[in-house]
């Protein structure tokens, strides 16, 4: 079945520490997200890539990088300059070229810094 | 720049009773706006869409939205809340295909028997 494939679902790391969340997806779209959720905030956009080798920054970048070399995979180290970590972690995709405007959400990582 | 503002953090309905959950949204130009349902650590579902045409907006389980331009909004309604539907809800919008989406806060609802 095609999807996105977030990995693993909880990930605890000491501070410190950089770590790097997975996202798959094999749905054949272009476009990659990350968002962060905290607890009354909703979804706040951390990086997005609309072609692979290239990717934007969103709202709340600091602290975060990525990479998108190949079409399928989106990953997110979350590195020790981020001063919060702790927090759910979801990837979606969309196929804006094939007409489909909305994101597409995988399961999502819970990270929590211990 | 868009926002999307969701009112009321938390909405408690009985079951059987109407849910009203209420979105409204800033934009420049014709919006895309979303719906989506998410169900604890899960990721996010999607509840409707509205892109262009009619502004009555049906979706999945019983749900539908109206885009009222006049007005911003983009409220989601359920003639007949059912204990399932108990989960958070977002509203969420964007300015074009392809760009990422700008969430509101989130609205969780409950259902009481």
């Known amino acids: 079945d095609g999807g996105i494939t977030q990995s693993p679902k909880y990930l605890f790391r000491k501070e410190g520490q950089n770590v790097t969340l997975s996202c798959e997806q094999n749905l054949n779209h272009d476009a990659m997200y990350w968002y962060r959720q905290d607890p009354g905030q909703g979804l706040r956009l951390i990086y997005y890539?609309?072609?692979?080798?290239?990717?934007q920054k969103g709202d709340i970048a600091e602290g975060y990088s990525v990479s998108r070399e190949k079409k399928e995979s989106f990953p997110l180290t979350v590195t020790s300059a981020q001063k919060n970590p702790t927090a759910f972690y979801l990837c979606?995709?969309?196929?804006?070229?094939?007409?489909?405007?909305?994101?597409?959400f995988g399961q999502g990582t819970r990270l929590t810094v211990v | 720049a868009q926002s999307v503002t969701q009112l009321g953090s938390h909405v408690s309905v009985s079951e059987g009773a109407l849910v009203l959950l209420r979105c409204n949204y800033s934009?420049?130009?014709?919006?895309?706006l979303f719906w989506y349902v998410q169900y604890p650590n899960q990721g996010l579902q999607l509840l409707l869409k509205y892109t262009t045409g009619a502004t009555l907006v049906k979706g999945i389980n019983g749900f539908e939205a109206e885009f009222k331009k006049s007005e911003t909004s983009f409220h989601l309604t359920k003639p007949s809340a059912h204990m399932s539907d108990a989960a958070e809800y977002f509203c969420?919008?964007?300015?074009?295909?392809?760009?990422?989406?700008?969430f509101g806060k989130g609205t969780t609802l409950s259902v009481s028997s």
């Open positions: 979606a995709s969309s196929f804006p070229t094939g007409g489909t405007v909305e994101a597409f």
């Open positions: 969420a919008v964007s300015d074009q295909a392809g760009t990422a989406l700008i």
């Open positions: 934009s420049s130009v014709p919006p895309y």
């Open positions: 890539s609309q072609i692979v080798n290239d990717f």
